[in-house]
């Protein structure tokens, strides 16, 4: 009989999605955070259930191979779930994710190495830092909204721990009250710093959930404007008592609305609300994969689905006869019509509403793409969307997906439909993460 404070030593076999690992013990799966697959460990049984249990590690026994020292001295911080393993054998498990998920599905097509980044670090050009009482400034432990006070963050922008230092003076300084996620009481929430990484351009969002008075306003200003770059600085009020980080009121405080950031030469205006790819470099790279397997030679209408403030579209459109994108937040659309005209392309339109009824409608007027992008959210496309666009049969359809998990459903279900899955590419936008993004293309049969 297993129980709690029991000592085993087991062999570590894989991960969950979370990044814990997973061993076997008893014929139930075992669940220790901070262990690699192939190590050996032990560990001391913290709960025990007949059909899973979970340990602490104690020891370990054998370390793997690809296991490397921890660049980080936040061990608490639940934001980098495999940064002890070496990046090349990350970029290998992503690989591995993308593969099992395919098969599980039955699918089986090329897949190619995960594209990877020549320096996975500061990657980052958005930060979004919890505040609570204290003030303590950081980011959650895993599982939980424990805090982890963190200042220097090393997949954040340099940039960020001094926004997060001169935010803390400010609190002090003028006695404003953290926000109290228990009682509701307080004020400030979260700093969110986003910087424009071809532009230099910095935002910084300060979260309340109560307005602080005029003379501590100006006093957040005059400690916030000399910080170098500073391009934009907005109080945004949230006195929501749930989980979103942002409320929807923003107020200018200094500079202005937007900043400026560049994409493979096409520019972009990225707002407190808009939303706006995470990795900047990474994005080039998942572009361009997106673009090859286009394979646009000119003549094409393409559909750039969920497509956000239109970046993917207007990567099309440079290639491409006619673009039309389709998104369901109208901000978003506002920003993508903006954003074709600051890059001159006039031949793209962007349509506002869910994909699912926006693209049945443009298919019932007639409307057909020779090629179609997709990038939905994580739980994939609507049955409905996929079944107009295997009514339309465009000629080729990329799958721009970050969860291995709905792609493969939803190519499982397109390879039934009159599709043939040709390829795929893991490419790695959260390095030191357990996220995959892939690139997948499928031809018409
Ligand atoms: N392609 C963009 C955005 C991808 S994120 C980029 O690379 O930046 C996914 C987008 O899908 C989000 O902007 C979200 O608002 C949007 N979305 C979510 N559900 C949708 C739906 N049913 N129809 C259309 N867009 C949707």
């Known amino acids: 009989m297993l129980k709690p404070g029991q000592q085993v030593t087991v062999s570590v076999h894989s991960l969950t999605d979370k990044g814990d690992g997973i061993a076997t013990l008893g014929g139930r799966p075992l669940y220790v955070e901070g262990v690699l697959p192939g190590e050996q460990a032990e560990v001391r049984l913290t709960l025990v259930k007949p059909n899973f249990c979970h340990g602490r590690l104690v020891r370990l026994v054998q370390a793997a191979a690809c296991r490397r020292e921890d660049f980080c001295p936040y061990t608490a911080c639940g934001g980098c779930q495999v940064r002890v393993m070496d990046y090349q054998a990350q970029l290998e498990l992503k690989r591995q994710l993308l593969l099992d998920a395919l098969k599980a599905q039955g699918l089986d097509c090329p897949v190619a190495q995960t594209l990877g980044m020549d320096d996975p670090f500061h990657y980052r050009n958005k930060a979004q830092y919890a505040v609570q009482p204290g003030p303590f400034i950081g980011f959650y432990a895993?599982?939980?909204?424990?805090?982890?006070?963190?200042?220097?963050?090393?997949?954040?922008?340099?940039?960020?721990?001094?926004?997060?230092?001169?935010?803390?003076?400010?609190?002090?300084?003028?006695?404003?009250?953290?926000?109290?996620?228990?009682?509701?009481?307080?004020?400030?929430?979260?700093?969110?710093?986003?910087?424009?990484?071809?532009?230099?351009?910095?935002?910084?969002?300060?979260?309340?959930?109560?307005?602080?008075?005029?003379?501590?306003?100006?006093?957040?200003?005059?400690?916030?404007?000399?910080?170098?770059?500073?391009?934009?600085?907005?109080?945004?009020?949230?006195?929501?008592?749930?989980?979103?980080?942002?409320?929807?009121?923003?107020?200018?405080?200094?500079?202005?609305?937007?900043?400026?950031?560049?994409?493979?030469?096409?520019?972009?205006?990225?707002?407190?609300?808009?939303?706006y790819q995470v990795n900047p470099r990474q994005t080039e790279v998942l572009y361009r994969e997106a673009l090859r397997q286009a394979d646009l030679k000119g003549h094409e209408t393409v559909f750039d689905l969920y497509c956000g403030i239109g970046t993917i579209a207007l990567f099309m459109a440079r290639q491409a006869h006619r673009v039309i994108g389709v998104e369901l937040v109208p901000e978003a659309i506002a920003d993508a019509r903006a954003n074709a005209e600051r890059n001159g392309l006039a031949n793209v339109e962007f349509h506002p509403g869910a994909a699912e009824t926006v693209v049945p409608g443009l298919y019932r007027q007639g409307l057909r793409a020779d090629v179609v992008v997709v990038d939905p959210p994580r739980k994939g496309c609507d049955q409905a969307l996929l079944e107009t666009l295997a009514e339309m049969k465009p000629e080729r359809l990329v799958y721009v997906s970050c969860n291995p998990k709905s792609l493969a459903r939803d190519l499982a279900w397109l390879s039934k439909h009159g599709f043939e899955l040709e390829q795929a590419t893991p490419v790695d936008m959260f390095p030191h993460t357990m996220h995959v993004e892939t690139v997948a293309l499928l031809r018409r049969r």
């Open 142 to 275: 895993k599982h939980s909204h424990q805090l982890v006070e963190v200042e220097q963050c090393r997949v954040q922008a340099p940039e960020t721990a001094e926004v997060v230092r001169r935010v803390r003076d400010w609190m002090r300084g003028t006695a404003q009250p953290a926000y109290n996620e228990a009682t509701g009481e307080g004020m400030v929430r979260h700093i969110m710093v986003r910087n424009g990484v071809n532009s230099g351009e910095l935002m910084v969002v300060l979260v309340v959930a109560t307005m602080p008075s005029e003379p501590a306003l100006a006093q957040l200003v005059a400690g916030l404007e000399s910080l170098p770059g500073l391009a934009s600085l907005v109080l945004n009020i949230n006195g929501d008592g749930g989980n979103r980080v942002l409320g929807p009121d923003n107020r200018l405080l200094w500079g202005k609305e937007a900043i400026a950031d560049s994409l493979d030469g096409l520019e972009f205006a990225i707002s407190p609300l808009s939303f």
